[in-house]
């Protein structure tokens, strides 16, 4: 499968302005691309091909005086742009076919967007140097922090800057079988909710941890200190920067969280269940949904490569019963629950249940996973006994045909 794997570069002052202007020219194509096929569109032309694009917006561009500065980067640089556009109106015309979540139009790019990046591809013969840099052709040696190492060649490598003016590399890179874990018996459906981040069907209920919530407000704190500075002043444009930073932060803390709670939940069992969050949704207000939303779709797609990864089995399920709506233990369904209903005792088997609890079991069930609804049940007074320890779930499957 393929995986992506991002460094953080530091590239010198000369190179930051080289990068500039790839990302400049990457973005006078992409914009040049748009408007000939917007133009061609609104004038009932046929939609103008990406060959002849590349031939008449690089090729033939670069010979013009105006756009003779397309010469000084790399052309699979701009060749890419192209194939951006490409994608974006793929996934633009996907979405109208109902083949995807509608997207708008593609828009055009501007100097001003918070994420500036550039592609080479194998054609671009850029390299990892002998002495570990990252040779990029008509920008230089990029010194990079490598954290971790890459498990095969990459074949393409991005260059992106971020909003907080930081660059990163990132490639992708194929991964082979030798990673799949020895089994284990466990099973768990996971419930991301409102209240904690995840609730497992074992009882396990995960918040995020101290170090996103320090970020997050050290966010809020940024973001209180530019609303109070004066337009225009210098002041204003620092606690500009504070703010893109403390939000680099947080989506950095949050990555990290997300990476830590999935290779856990995907070590620690043979098999992951999770309501479509698509279906989820609709049962949400718009804002719980924005705020929330991003954070586990990210969460989800990792549990969910990191399953194929590791040999382990994901399952999206669809809602065929509103979870919070059915009992855990007996399946019968006694309606819908107001919000602050965090806990009820089912009319038919007696059982006291924990909303969110019994919510994940549901969603175990709904999988065909091998987990009891004792997990879900509430006793008062009693302390919940650690993970590791509550004997929640059941005999195992045998674990053939996975
Ligand atoms: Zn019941």
């Not at 699979?76 to 015309?93: E, G, H, P, T």
């Not at 718009?286 to 989800?300: E, P, T």
């Not at 399953?307 to 855990?328: D, H, L, M, N, W």
Request: charged fraction near 25%.
């Amino acid at each position: 499968m393929q995986l992506r794997y991002s460094f953080r570069v530091y590239p010198s002052a000369g190179q930051r302005t080289a990068l500039a202007g790839a990302f400049g020219c990457a973005r006078v194509v992409y914009n040049d691309a748009l408007r000939a096929r917007e133009t061609a569109r609104s004038e009932g032309m046929p939609f103008p091909k990406t060959g002849d694009l590349s031939k008449q917006l690089i090729t033939e561009a670069k010979n013009t005086p105006e756009r003779a500065w397309l010469g000084e980067v790399s052309a699979v640089v701009l060749q890419q742009s192209l194939r951006d556009l490409d994608a974006a109106y793929r996934n633009f015309f996907d979405g109208l076919k109902g083949k995807r979540p509608r997207i708008g139009p593609p828009r055009y790019k501007s100097r001003k967007d918070t994420r500036q990046a550039v592609r080479f591809t194998a054609n671009a013969r850029w390299s990892i140097t002998p002495g570990q840099k990252l040779r990029l052709p008509k920008i230089g040696d990029l010194k990079v922090k490598w954290s971790r190492s890459l498990p095969s060649t990459p074949s393409t490598v991005t260059v992106v800057k971020d909003a907080a003016g930081r660059y990163f590399a990132s490639f992708v890179v194929e991964t082979g079988p030798e990673e799949v874990l020895p089994q284990v018996a466990p099973e768990v459906g996971i419930d991301l909710g409102l209240g904690h981040f995840a609730v497992l069907s074992d009882g396990t209920k995960i918040d995020s941890p101290r170090f996103l919530r320090r970020a997050e407000k050290r966010l809020k704190k940024a973001q209180r200190s530019l609303s109070r500075k004066e337009k225009g002043s210098k002041n204003r444009d620092k606690a500009r920067i504070r703010v893109a930073r403390a939000h680099a932060r947080v989506a950095d803390a949050r990555r990290e969280f997300h990476h830590q709670l999935s290779t856990q939940l995907i070590r620690e069992n043979q098999a992951v269940a999770v309501e479509d969050l698509a279906v989820k949704g609709l049962a949400r207000t718009r804002l719980a949904k924005s705020i929330h939303d991003a954070g586990w779709s990210a969460f989800v797609s990792m549990l969910e490569y990191k399953a194929a990864r590791y040999g382990r089995t994901f399952v999206k399920i669809g809602r065929f019963e509103p979870t919070s709506q059915v009992c855990s233990r007996c399946g019968v369904k006694d309606g819908p629950k107001p919000l602050h209903v965090r806990v009820w005792t089912c009319g038919a088997c007696g059982a006291v249940l924990d909303r969110d609890i019994n919510a994940a079991v549901n969603v175990a069930k709904a999988a065909g996973l091998a987990v009891s609804a004792c997990g879900a049940q509430v006793r008062p007074g009693l302390v919940p006994a650690p993970r590791s320890e509550a004997g929640t779930h059941s005999t195992p499957k045998p674990s053939t045909a996975r």
